[in-house]
């Protein structure tokens, strides 16, 4: 197989946070705009995440539609699986910080015994990719966890709490760029804090000005979000397939 995730450029980047941040609003309009409920909109989702990841685990190539669709609906259904442990089970933000923390930990070393790398420029088999995305989902999960535990741990607020984790992205890319940070390791780091600053951001555009919102319709957010990442992934499906005619003629 050719290999099956994007290049980390930019547009990679501003999907990914907006992907994230879809999954903050996109959850919540399902389960209360909806009314499907916190169980209705786990069970749908999940179902919805399955179906999508078949087609991209089927699929020989990266195929851009395909593989954000699978990561539009992994971070929703990660922020629903902590919100299920939290709400429904009582358990506390620390502990489910721990236990996707120590889950994604135990998929890396998985993972990089089994192949000996975690580059996510080499996801070019089968296996690698389950692990790929078995970590994708860890680290949505523990970003809702965590990112909700930070911001309630500190009182921040969700607008200093955004540019908290900008902050915190900033430093590793220049701790990447300046000081040779290993590139793998500087990848999930950001990955893994672009889910807080989604949250952050999801927060602070949709909740009520009383908790620290801007009071906008979840729905409006949705559907601007969701236009963005379309018009984005449609860009990158036609440079993919400039790629292809390049190759061919080669």
Not at 163 to 192: C, P, T
Not at 211 to 234: D, H, K, M, Y
Request: hydrophobic share 55%.
């Amino acid at each position: 197989m050719l290999n099956k995730v994007p290049e980390v450029i930019l547009a990679f980047w501003i999907i990914k946070i907006m992907a994230t941040t879809v999954g903050e609003t996109g959850a919540d309009f399902l389960s209360t705009t909806m009314n499907l409920g916190l169980n209705g909109t786990s069970l749908v989702m999940a179902v919805l995440l399955v179906i999508a990841l078949i087609f991209q685990l089927r699929a020989k190539k990266y195929i851009p539609p395909i593989y954000w669709l699978v990561v539009v609906l992994i971070s929703v259904v990660g922020t629903l699986i902590s919100d299920n442990l939290v709400d429904n089970l009582g358990m506390s933000l620390e502990a489910t910080s721990i236990i996707f923390g120590a889950g994604l930990v135990i998929t890396f070393v998985l993972w990089y015994v089994s192949e000996k790398t975690l580059s996510v420029h080499t996801i070019v088999t089968t296996k690698r990719e389950l692990f790929y995305w078995s970590a994708i989902l860890f680290t949505f999960a523990l970003g809702t966890s965590a990112g909700d535990l930070i911001a309630e741990s500190l009182g921040l607020g969700y607008a200093l709490s955004a540019l908290m984790f900008i902050g915190i992205i900033a430093i590793i890319y220049l701790l990447y760029r300046f000081a040779n940070l290993n590139a793998v390791l500087a990848f999930w780091l950001a990955y893994i804090i672009t889910r807080p600053l989604g949250a952050s951001l999801g927060d602070l555009l949709t909740q009520d000005a009383d908790a620290g919102g801007l009071e906008i319709s979840t729905t409006l957010i949705n559907i601007i979000f969701l236009i963005t990442i379309i018009c984005l992934v449609t860009w990158l499906s036609i440079e993919e397939k400039k790629k292809a005619k390049v190759v061919v003629r080669v």
